[in-house]
């Protein structure tokens, strides 16, 4: 087992420290290349969500910490990032082999979200190792334990219950909006964002009542998803409807600010939007950041970031929710060390099915002349045999390592290997 992992999360990094290591699916994608070009012998996936960036490695030829790996990249695609990049080193978390195994397990499981417990990471772990399969930089090594943590946190959403509540960055999102009103009936909301959170915002926002509209960019292609009982706008004219609203949502995936200050600015300077005095909602569910910071200085207006949103924590009566959780995940955690040790032993598996073989040949091989004169078909046949003892003993070795500890499978591996070195001398 060869993996190397770097986290920057929510639990070291900033919002703001976290914007320099948030991309679209088109940049990680680059960056993916790069990495591989980097070290064409090693594979690498990248789990990017708004609060974290993740990189695993796999393969040897990685110089330095997986961290340190990100930095090389990074800083050859953008020699302007160099100095914070390394000056944020201390606060990035290493990690290796089975401790970054354990680390993605619970990832997946939502038991290291900021929001605890929360459903969207799972999806977010399996689309970080589709987009890795079309980058062509994973290997058996990470395909693997990417599908075991996702197996993993299925589970564990089956069989235990680790918060009261649904606890998606929309549910929060209302929790914070009922604090504030007991009914959001007639409220009109604009929602800037036509993807999964934003869809999902628009259709929690109608249930309770709101008028909601929502942006797209690109409707007449019909290349999106309207919810129900939506108002649609073409995204380019949103400064023209903000003022009309009483709560706004952005979650996009755009590099740029949705909201951006200077757009609101007449000649003279002055702030145009939200300046009438009404009391206004703002959430920015985006990483980087999609409404200007600045807005939330103006008196009449609350602005909620992805970290204001977040902030649960694993409750005390959560406590024998948490251990069955833990006690699931170490089950696949041994299942994928064992798998790795299992695959470290395939050479010796097929040393001693190529010794096997070569055996059974020279038993043949006088007979085999005599039955087959043709030379063609003489070696045909050699081949298919050559196959089917590599096959058999592998199968033989598999099945004996089901029914065996690890340790005794080793030892008697180790015997075969020593039997068999002692025969060919």
């Not at 190397?4 to 679209?24: C, N, P, Q, V, Y």
């Not at 490695?57 to 961290?67: E, P």
């Not at 994928?336 to 043949?364: L, N, T």
Request: glycine share 6%; hydrophobic share 40%.
């Amino acid at each position: 087992m060869e993996i190397k992992m770097a986290g920057i999360d929510h639990e070291t990094f900033s919002l703001e420290e976290r914007e320099l290591f948030s991309w679209t699916k088109k940049e990680t994608a680059d960056i993916l290349q790069q990495l591989k070009a980097y070290n064409k012998n090693g594979a690498c996936i990248l789990l990017i969500t708004c609060n974290r960036t993740e990189l695993y490695l796999s393969g040897s030829g990685w110089n330095g910490t997986a961290y340190e790996v990100l930095c090389d990249i990074l800083e050859k695609m953008d020699t302007q990032k160099q100095f914070f990049l390394k000056k944020l080193k201390e606060k990035a978390v290493c990690r290796k082999n089975m401790d970054a195994v354990c680390h993605l397990l619970q990832v997946a499981a939502g038991m290291r979200s900021r929001i605890f417990g929360e459903d969207q990471i799972l999806t977010q772990v399996r689309a970080a190792l589709t987009l890795a399969r079309e980058a062509h930089t994973t290997d058996g090594e990470l395909e693997r334990l990417f599908q075991i943590a996702i197996t993993a946190g299925k589970r564990v959403r089956t069989k235990v219950r680790l918060s009261a509540v649904n606890t998606s960055v929309v549910e929060q999102m209302l929790l914070r909006l009922k604090a504030k009103t007991d009914s959001l009936k007639n409220w009109n909301a604009l929602v800037i964002g036509n993807g999964e959170i934003g869809r999902l915002a628009a259709s929690r926002l109608i249930e309770c009542g709101a008028n909601v509209t929502m942006t797209v960019r690109h409707y007449k292609t019909r290349e999106v998803t309207i919810p129900v009982g939506c108002k649609i706008i073409d995204y380019r004219e949103r400064y023209m409807f903000v003022n009309q609203m009483d709560l706004i949502v952005s979650a996009t995936t755009s590099p740029h600010h949705t909201l951006l200050w200077e757009n609101g600015l007449d000649q003279n300077g002055k702030q145009q939007l939200f300046t009438d005095g009404k009391t206004r909602i703002l959430f920015d569910m985006a990483v980087p950041r999609d409404v200007s910071p600045r807005f939330g200085d103006l008196p009449n207006i609350t602005l909620y970031n992805i970290d204001s949103l977040g902030g649960s924590v694993a409750c005390e009566n959560q406590k024998e929710a948490i251990e069955e959780a833990m006690h699931i995940l170490q089950e696949y955690a041994e299942e994928y060390e064992a798998w790795s040790q299992f695959r470290s032993y395939v050479p010796a598996i097929q040393e001693i099915g190529a010794y096997c073989a070569e055996d059974i040949f020279k038993r043949v091989e006088k007979p085999l002349k005599r039955v087959v004169v043709d030379q063609t078909v003489r070696e045909e046949l050699e081949q298919v045999i050559e196959t089917a003892a590599k096959k058999v003993v592998g199968n033989l070795m598999y099945d004996m390592k089901e029914q065996l500890q690890m340790k005794e499978w080793e030892k008697y591996m180790e015997m075969i290997q020593r039997v068999m070195h002692a025969r060919e001398k």
